[in-house]
């Protein structure tokens, strides 16, 4: 079903709908409550309301006869599947002894060095971002910050990591030293990195992972009170101001500037709640016409790790187009063949393994992804009063983490980012204990 037939099939029956929203997000809420722990955890946007919001598409498509049985029995069981190996491996997780595992050696030996290392990933940061600004294609950035990233991957990748590193770092500061300076070098770095990143999501992000800062640093949780609930609503007007300034200018680039579907609303408006419904658009695509049995992937491990090592870097290597051969954007081109701009549907953890492996494998497949987060999600009770470099990398994994519900192959290249500057600073750390040890 087309983008456009979709929306009119939805519009049409709005209150079904939001009905079948509001069930599934209360559901997954209570399904993961007490493993998650927090009701500001990252985890409840990126899975309870996308999935949330996603699976209520599937219901009503499903309800009217647009999807089959197959395909819904297979999504309910991969459901299913992941939220049971998450909940197992999260408590299996927290249990382990924190001085057994390479993440607590690693930051173990940058724990003497914080002060330098958090200087120097700063230093990294805006030496990535000059880079970026000066070489980012401004033409196309607000119709489609893929293409305007283009052969910019690996500077945008870093800068995505360590925004989100240093603002947990700087916050867990400010939390223990009680210092503002702190606290307002995390928002001066929260601010620049959601304005470079261009996602809508991206300042809401930075909140996020000092929350889970928060959390892990000092078991520190939000308690509504007056005061607090006046600074909620202040954020979240910054965060709707953000997103609609962005949307604006989306609507300028891509020539969408009056409303369509909800005659009389700002266009704004209403492309926010279409981008919303954009969370299951990988459904609505795929799931009728039976279109996700066009799909097919001839490279699965080299498609999976395309992302990790770049797709213009695999497809030079290889000879092959892995740009365009992910599942999200083989279901765009069955619908849109000749759409040039780099774009396309998430590929949500569900649909990747069903491709990827078939039914069998993708049941497989959805316990690995569940295992993966589990193991992570668990780190935030292992790791509680950790060191701040030790808090900040696991806000940032944690965070970086949850993409591979949406998308595995990018979950598991911002996994690999994550460790990656992670052991460069603890080489540099090793390095400075040495030449300390020599000098002494």
């Given at each position: 079903?087309?983008?456009?037939?979709?929306?009119?099939?939805?519009?049409?029956?709005?209150?079904?709908?939001?009905?079948?929203?509001?069930?599934?997000?209360?559901?997954?809420?209570?399904?993961?409550?007490?493993?998650?722990?927090?009701?500001?955890?990252?985890?409840?946007?990126?899975?309870?309301?996308?999935?949330?919001?996603?699976?209520?598409?599937?219901?009503?498509?499903?309800?009217?006869?647009?999807?089959?049985?197959?395909?819904?029995?297979?999504?309910?069981?991969?459901?299913?599947?992941?939220?049971?190996?998450?909940?197992?491996?999260?408590?299996?997780?927290?249990?382990?002894?924190?001085?057994?595992?390479?993440?607590?050696?690693?930051?173990?030996?940058?724990?003497?060095?914080?002060?330098?290392?958090?200087?120097?990933?700063?230093?990294?940061?805006?030496?990535?971002?000059?880079?970026?600004?000066?070489?980012?294609?401004?033409?196309?950035?607000?119709?489609?910050?893929?293409?305007?990233?283009?052969?910019?991957?690996?500077?945008?990748?870093?800068?995505?990591?360590?925004?989100?590193?240093?603002?947990?770092?700087?916050f867990v500061y400010f939390l223990r030293i009680k210092k503002k300076k702190y606290l307002l070098g995390a928002i001066f770095v929260s601010l620049i990195g959601a304005l470079l990143s261009g996602a809508k999501f991206a300042l809401l992000e930075q909140l996020y992972v000092m929350f889970?800062?928060?959390?892990?640093?000092?078991?520190?949780?939000?308690?509504?009170?007056?005061?607090?609930?006046?600074?909620?609503?202040?954020?979240?007007?910054?965060?709707?101001?953000?997103?609609?300034?962005?949307?604006?200018?989306?609507?300028?680039?891509?020539?969408?500037?009056?409303?369509?579907?909800?005659?009389?609303?700002?266009?704004?408006?209403?492309?926010?709640?279409?981008?919303?419904?954009?969370?299951?658009?990988?459904?609505?695509?795929s799931l009728t016409n039976q279109i996700l049995e066009n799909i097919s992937i001839q490279h699965p491990l080299l498609q999976m790790f395309a992302n990790t090592f770049g797709n213009g870097l695999m497809s030079n290597l290889f000879d092959f187009?892995?740009?365009?051969?992910?599942?999200?954007?083989?279901?765009?081109?069955?619908?849109?063949?000749?759409?040039?701009?780099?774009?396309?549907?998430?590929?949500?953890?569900?649909?990747?393994?069903?491709?990827?492996?078939?039914?069998?494998?993708?049941?497989?497949?959805?316990?690995?992804?569940?295992?993966?987060?589990?193991?992570?999600?668990?780190?935030?009770?292992?790791?509680?009063?950790?060191?701040?470099?030790?808090?900040?990398?696991?806000?940032?994994?944690?965070?970086?983490?949850?993409?591979?519900?949406?998308?595995?192959?990018?979950?598991?290249?911002?996994?690999?980012?994550?460790?990656?500057?992670?052991?460069?600073?603890?080489?540099?750390?090793?390095?400075?204990?040495?030449?300390?040890?020599?000098?002494?």
């Open positions: 079903m087309r983008d456009f037939l979709f929306f009119d099939f939805l519009f049409a029956n709005a209150l079904e709908y939001i009905a079948y929203a509001i069930t599934c997000c209360v559901v997954l809420y209570l399904c993961t409550r007490k493993t998650i722990g927090y009701i500001f955890d990252p985890f409840h946007f990126y899975y309870t309301f996308t999935f949330g919001t996603s699976y209520a598409i599937v219901i009503i498509l499903y309800a009217h006869g647009l999807v089959s049985d197959y395909y819904f029995s297979f999504l309910a069981l991969y459901a299913i599947l992941f939220l049971f190996c998450f909940i197992l491996t999260s408590s299996l997780s927290s249990r382990r002894a924190r001085s057994s595992g390479i993440f607590y050696r690693l930051t173990y030996t940058c724990e003497r060095q914080e002060g330098l290392l958090i200087k120097f990933l700063i230093f990294i940061y805006f030496l990535c971002a000059a880079i970026y600004i000066g070489k980012v294609s401004t033409a196309v950035f607000y119709s489609s910050r893929f293409e305007a990233n283009r052969g910019l991957g690996g500077v945008v990748r870093i800068m995505d990591a360590l925004r989100l590193i240093i603002a947990a770092w700087l889970v800062a928060g959390f892990i640093a000092e078991r520190k949780k939000i308690k509504l009170t007056f005061g607090v609930l006046f600074l909620f609503l202040l954020l979240g007007a910054l965060l709707l101001f953000f997103v609609l300034a962005i949307l604006s200018q989306t609507s300028v680039a891509i020539g969408y500037v009056n409303s369509q579907y909800i005659p009389g609303a700002p266009v704004t408006v209403e492309l926010l709640i279409l981008r919303v419904l954009a969370n299951g658009d990988q459904y609505y695509l187009d892995f740009a365009n051969s992910d599942v999200g954007r083989q279901i765009w081109l069955n619908w849109y063949p000749n759409d040039p701009i780099m774009r396309g549907p998430a590929n949500h953890f569900d649909l990747t393994g069903y491709v990827y492996f078939g039914y069998v494998g993708g049941m497989i497949f959805s316990c690995f992804i569940g295992a993966i987060l589990g193991k992570i999600n668990g780190f935030k009770k292992k790791y509680i009063h950790s060191s701040a470099v030790a808090v900040a990398f696991i806000s940032a994994l944690y965070c970086r983490s949850l993409a591979i519900v949406l998308n595995p192959s990018v979950g598991i290249a911002y996994i690999i980012d994550v460790f990656i500057i992670l052991i460069l600073i603890w080489i540099i750390a090793s390095v400075c204990r040495e030449v300390n040890k020599s000098v002494n």
